[in-house]
């Protein structure tokens, strides 16, 4: 599920506010964009790019091998069955507040397909030096440089720091994925780890992860088996049971989800946790042959 | 979003799965007159909380004078925190058996799973950890729904082979409640099997999925919100997300997973945080309100703001914190950390204005905000 500098992306959504603003950015960092889609836009240019009608248009018009996608959550469904449909095997759903059973309809649709689905409720993702696809500050060279550590995120902006936080530590990105605050998604921390641990510019992955469902467990299973060091920040110590803690999959249940049991699941595997993401610069480079 | 039993059943019923005869009842005296139309029945407490029976909210009234007795000890009773401010009187079944039903979004299979099990009446947690050979489950396509086999199959247990075709009846009719209502989570615990040979769901608890709240606002005015202190309520009036907590350090971040961080962050260095406040997005309109949220709070001695930019510009949002600084002049003193997008001008910005600096790092900020005077706590 990494998005490189080669692929041709389509913005679906490009001529919003949003979409136009970071396909610009997009553009900019040296993404492939190809063109965007709006049904009532068709036939005008956004971004310096072509505005089709739908995606299948634009896979028979230029081509694509990703789609972005910046939708209303009511939308998404047929959008996002729209790329699938056109043959797209890659999707940025960076939409937040999708109903789950459309969330739900769409993933097994891109299962049939043989499609990934980044999201939903995704900031996205970054190819340091490459291309990013979504809304992150790629082109911040304070938080992304091309490097050999993979970044794993449910949150945009803790994925962010913990960026800052490697570069100050005079480490680089060989990706950043951008796997969504939402309780169902498509790629998760598993299934992120996993194309960390095949991808050959990676050489150490950092795992953030927050309160709520088991997914962290799921990956600190995987983890074990890894000879890729792994080290994980967990969000949401502090927080009380009971409470959405404003990501839909953030919340603790009766005794699922909670930090603890991620915790203490990692350290099992032989991840090192932090207690606070200044410290991944260290614990890194502990883990690292010098 | 919760829905109480009362609001919950009509949803069974509409798709043919039955439910004992029951009147909404306000007070004690209403719940007289539900008793003298019903006979013997059930007068259950309404409140979105579970384990009602054993805190003492559901009690078996033979006439309506015993449910007057039972409504007026049950009505203003806290259950789960909740107050009861309404009563469901039932009639009553004679149950021959009890079964437990449930759709349900499955996070781990990325499907509806439907679930069934013979053993009913416990709830579902017990049910999983004493008994889960009990307990039969699969995962739907959500494409093509339940389908007959799959829900003769879920209640196929030796000993009801006569009910196998209803009992699987009732299955694909609740999974069609699931599906054409945004269900979170739909339960009908327990089942039962009557005396009289009847099928009926005696509870049924339903969670509206939240995201789909603006395409079913007519189901969604019929659920209960939730319970919100005041702050709680005005954040939510603002897109905001605020939660009230026990601490002294006030928290302004964006985006969840860092004001969560935020959080831990000051409790690992000896600190307690007095709120979790998530803010985003562009406008610095919800900066300024979101300053006077967590500022309107007596124990606060100091102030973390901790932006870190992606899709959140830190410029906009630093711009409304110094809006509102220079509105409300707090008393506290306040330390940022800001970085990502729009960073340098927001620092700038703060610098200029407040002559305030930006410190280098989340954890120097935390640890001059932790070390304020007059704070326990070090």
């Not at chain 1, 082109?139 to 803790?158: A, K, Q, T």
């Not at chain 2, 209803?166 to 599906?179: G, K, Q, S």
């Amino acid at each position: 599920m990494i998005i490189r500098g080669h692929e041709r992306i389509l913005i679906q959504g490009i001529t919003g506010r949003q979409g136009s603003f970071w396909a610009q950015r997009m553009i900019d960092y040296g993404s492939r964009v190809m063109g965007g889609v709006n049904p009532k836009k068709a036939g005008q240019s956004c971004c310096g790019v072509p505005v089709y009608a739908n995606a299948k248009e634009a896979m028979d018009s230029g081509g694509f091998t990703a789609s972005v996608l910046f939708i209303p959550p009511l939308g998404c469904k047929n959008a996002a069955l729209d790329a699938i449909e056109a043959g797209c095997k890659k999707l940025v759903i960076l939409t937040e507040h999708i109903p789950v059973q459309d969330v739900m309809y769409v993933l097994a649709a891109a299962n049939e397909a043989g499609a990934r689905i980044l999201g939903p409720n995704t900031a996205g993702q970054v190819t340091p030096g490459e291309c990013f696809a979504g809304f992150m500050p790629a082109f911040d060279n304070e938080i992304f440089r091309p490097g050999r550590i993979g970044v794993i995120s449910r949150s945009g902006s803790l994925g962010t720091l913990i960026c800052l936080n490697l570069v100050q530590a005079g480490y680089g990105e060989s990706a950043f994925i951008g796997i969504g605050g939402d309780p169902v998604i498509g790629t998760t921390s598993l299934d992120a780890l996993q194309s960390l641990d095949a991808d050959t510019g990676t050489d150490a992955v950092v795992l953030v992860g927050e309160i709520g469902g088991t997914m962290e467990e799921a990956a600190a299973e995987y983890a074990a088996g890894m000879h890729k060091p792994v080290v994980a920040f967990i969000a949401g110590q502090a927080s009380p049971p009971g409470k959405k803690m404003g990501h839909a999959g953030a919340i603790i249940m009766g005794d699922k989800g909670t930090y603890a049991s991620k915790r203490s699941a990692l350290e099992a595997a032989g991840v090192r946790v932090l207690d606070t993401p200044s410290e991944v610069g260290d614990a890194i480079a502990g883990c690292l042959p010098g | 979003m919760n829905f109480e039993e009362h609001a919950a059943k009509p949803l069974l019923r509409a798709e043919g799965i039955p439910t004992p005869k029951g009147i909404v009842a306000g007070s004690a005296e209403e719940a007289r007159e539900a008793a003298h139309k019903l006979g013997p029945c059930v007068v259950k407490a309404q409140v979105t909380a579970g384990k009602r029976g054993k805190a003492g909210g559901i009690r078996l009234a033979a006439d309506s004078n015993e449910a007057y007795e039972h409504a007026q000890a049950i009505m203003g009773m806290r259950i789960g925190g909740l107050l009861v401010e309404r009563l469901l009187v039932e009639q009553q079944v004679a149950i021959e058996r009890e079964f437990y039903a449930a759709v349900l979004n499955d996070a781990a299979s990325k499907c509806p799973r439907v679930l069934f099990s013979a053993v009913g009446g416990m709830d579902i947690e017990e049910l999983a950890s004493q008994q889960p050979e009990a307990l039969h489950s699969r995962s739907v396509d959500i494409r093509s729904g339940l389908q007959l086999d799959d829900a003769r199959n879920l209640v196929a247990v030796p000993g009801l082979e006569s009910l196998r075709d209803p009992l699987a009846d009732i299955l694909l009719r609740l999974y069609r409640v699931y599906a054409g209502n945004d269900a979170e989570l739909l339960e009908i615990n327990p089942l039962c099997l009557a005396a009289d040979g009847r099928i009926l769901a005696l509870d049924c608890k339903f969670t509206l999925d939240d995201s789909a709240v603006k395409r079913r606002e007519a189901l969604a005015a019929l659920g209960t919100a939730e319970p919100l202190s005041e702050h709680e309520a005005q954040g939510q009036e603002l897109g905001l997300k605020f939660i009230q907590l026990e601490g002294d350090i006030a928290v302004l971040a964006n985006g969840a997973g860092l004001t969560m961080t935020t959080m831990d962050v000051i409790r690992h260095l000896g600190g307690e945080p007095a709120n979790f406040l998530e803010i985003g997005g562009d406008a610095y309109t919800r900066a300024t309100a979101a300053l006077k949220l967590v500022l309107d709070n007596p124990r606060v001695k100091s102030l973390v703001v901790n932006f870190c930019g992606a899709f959140a510009r830190t410029d906009v949002m630093t711009e409304g914190v110094i809006k509102a600084v220079q509105e409300l002049q707090p008393g506290i003193p306040m330390y940022f950390s800001i970085h990502g997008t729009g960073a340098r001008l927001a620092r700038e910005m703060l610098k200029a204005q407040l002559g305030l600096a930006s410190f280098a790092t989340m954890d120097a900020a935390i640890r001059a905000a932790n070390a304020v005077p007059g704070r326990s706590a070090s």
